[in-house]
């Protein structure tokens, strides 16, 4: 049962030195990752970046040219039938169905794969279909489906069989506002409960429901960390002051004489602080008390953390430079 | 398995596959017992102002009309029907999401293969009865010793050419890709017969168990002189299978 070997310690999804080369490109170069039991992990990087091609390996749909994987505990095998597959459940990127299949006959195929038993699998199917909007579609052929409708039902298909592990490659990214918020909000249910291991390139979502990250780029890990871990490592410590309007000018002069500004960016009315690397906390102790000393009234001075977007762009930064420098 | 078998099924129902290749046969099945018996009457309808005398139609040439039909045309739409059996599905994603699955990669073809085999065995066994029985109706009886003969070597070829389109459309990417070869191989295994038809080469040659059909119906060749042709044809299909196996159990999907 979903969430019962959750409480097995160890890792969903463990990848030691993965290696994949095609002809001519190396689409991913001495990658380790590990995915916990239970938690929501997030798989970024740009595109082209491996992302899929890691996926394929952990799945067994393609052999790792080098470098270990276990699933669920169990090593992979390439071309080997392997238990584990029947407690995990995968979303591609597009999702596809057999040709000629209504939706609902979708969702039956793939509960019969699983070995549903027949009540439960007819009250899921029901349930799934209303929850995804797709309750007066569910007897259309999914080849006329909508993009959104298809990734809809993909989702749908996912959960049905409540696996111990989703895989889910870009599970939202033809999803209207609507469609993303029900399917982060399962997410995010299901934490504790399964290991969602998935990709996306909205890292506002993964931001939202994920509780670690690894990122990839050109095939090579570049990070992976606890999000919140993340955020704090690469908080470009920024505060948002805002005065009166009076004395703004006088509050901006003031602002970059001190020695721990980097400098200032003005907002909408409101000025942006930037702090020199590693004095940030320097900021709210020296300058708030300058500013209140001279006069100055400050309505507002909020610390304007990192999100994960600029973080991950930094990060690739890094790594560009890193690359050039070499 | 089953789950997969009638996955097939229903997939190549709705996508009016199998109903194409079933209504191929079942059009040669009523036409030509009924064209042979009247052919005399539509040459002298067309051909106004000549006498053009044909031999009285017999219901062995009747039934056999029917099996070459569906030996040429039948077997060229059952290509064109099961070159993309497993090739679309490679192409367009479904193979990599069922075998995310747990399904494993030789139960996959073997389902594939299980819902063509069955498709080809009750539609030519169906339409056979039925063309035997019209052309009964229209002309007399056919000997049927002969012509269950003949049945069965036209099913053992068309199982062998239905192999080859599923071993080409496992092994390459595309449906054009694996029906290109397919159709190749088809016309030219044809020439090849023509050419070694009275050596003794014949005798292990799978395209003889077509020029069989003739003798069979005619009482003139014995179900002996099956064994070799048959055996080989055998042997060649669970070889194309077992490569097509090995080659998709290795394959980047």
């Given at each position: ?18 290696t994949k ?12 990752f ?106 259309r ?47 995010i ?35 992976d ?41 003005p ?18 102790e ?38 050039v420098?070499? | ?64 009309s ?101 071993t ?17 191989l ?10 070694i ?21 005619e ?35």
């Amino acid at each position: 049962m979903a969430g019962e070997r959750n409480k097995i310690k160890g890792y969903a999804i463990e990848a030691r030195g993965l290696t994949k080369e095609f002809p001519g490109h190396k689409a991913l170069d001495n990658v380790d990752f590990y995915v916990k039991r239970g938690s929501i992990h997030g798989f970024l990087g740009p595109n082209g970046a491996g992302k899929t091609t890691a996926i394929k390996v952990i799945l067994g749909l393609i052999p790792a040219t080098t470098g270990r994987v276990k699933v669920l505990g169990e090593p992979l095998y390439f071309g080997s039938k392997h238990n584990f597959l029947r407690y995990l459940n995968y979303l591609p990127q597009d999702p596809v169905f057999p040709e000629g299949l209504t939706g609902r006959e979708a969702l039956h195929l793939v509960a019969d794969i699983y070995k549903l038993d027949r009540e439960k699998k007819n009250e899921r199917i029901d349930r799934l279909l209303k929850y995804f909007q797709l309750d007066d579609a569910a007897g259309r052929r999914v080849g006329a489906y909508s993009r959104g409708m298809q990734q809809r039902l993909g989702v749908a298909a996912v959960l049905l069989t409540e696996p111990e592990l989703l895989v889910l490659d870009e599970p939202v990214s033809a999803l209207d506002p609507e469609g993303r918020r029900r399917v982060l909000e399962l997410i995010i249910k299901l934490k504790g409960r399964a290991t969602v291991f998935f990709s996306s390139h909205i890292l506002d979502d993964v931001e939202r429901v994920c509780d670690y990250v690894t990122i990839i780029d050109r095939g090579r890990k570049l990070l992976d960390a606890g999000i919140n871990d993340l955020l704090n490592r690469y908080a470009v410590e920024q505060y948002l002051v805002t005065v009166r309007p009076e004395h703004a000018d006088r509050a901006a002069k003031l602002i970059l004489k001190n020695q721990s500004v980097s400098r200032i960016i003005p907002q909408l009315g409101k000025l942006l602080v930037v702090s020199e690397p590693g004095r940030s906390s320097a900021i709210p102790e020296e300058l708030l008390p300058e500013l209140i000393r001279q006069g100055i009234i400050v309505t507002e001075f909020t610390q304007n953390r990192t999100n994960l977007e600029e973080a991950f762009f930094k990060i690739l930064e890094e790594s560009h430079h890193g690359e050039v420098a070499r | 398995m089953t789950v997969l078998f009638l996955k097939e099924l229903r997939s190549n129902w709705r996508s009016f596959r199998y109903p194409a290749f079933l209504l191929i046969l079942l059009f040669f099945a009523i036409l030509d017992p009924l064209m042979l018996k009247y052919m005399n009457e539509i040459i002298s309808y067309f051909a106004t102002g000549m006498e053009i005398i044909m031999p009285d139609p017999t219901p062995e040439a009747a039934f056999l009309s029917y099996l070459s039909d569906v030996s040429q045309i039948g077997i060229m739409v059952l290509i064109f029907m099961a070159m993309g059996m497993v090739a679309r599905e490679k192409e367009n994603g479904v193979t990599g999401w069922l075998l995310s699955k747990p399904i494993g990669r030789w139960q996959y073809l073997a389902a594939k293969l299980l819902a063509l085999y069955s498709v080809i065995i009750i539609g030519l066994i169906a339409c056979s009865a039925l063309a035997y029985l019209y052309t009964m109706s229209l002309l007399g009886q056919a000997a049927l010793n002969g012509s269950i003969l003949a049945t069965i070597c036209l099913l053992v070829f068309t199982i062998y050419i239905a192999t080859i389109t599923f071993t080409f459309s496992t092994l390459l990417k595309t449906p054009l890709l694996a029906g290109g070869p397919t159709l190749l191989l088809f016309f030219l295994s044809g020439i090849i017969n023509m050419l070694i038809t009275n050596s003794d080469a014949a005798n292990f040659y799978p395209n003889t168990l077509l020029s069989l059909m003739k003798p069979l119906l005619e009482s003139t060749a014995t179900a002996a002189d099956l064994t070799w042709p048959m055996a080989v044809t055998t042997i060649l299909i669970l070889l194309m299978i077992l490569l097509a196996g090995y080659r998709f159990s290795k394959m980047e999907i």
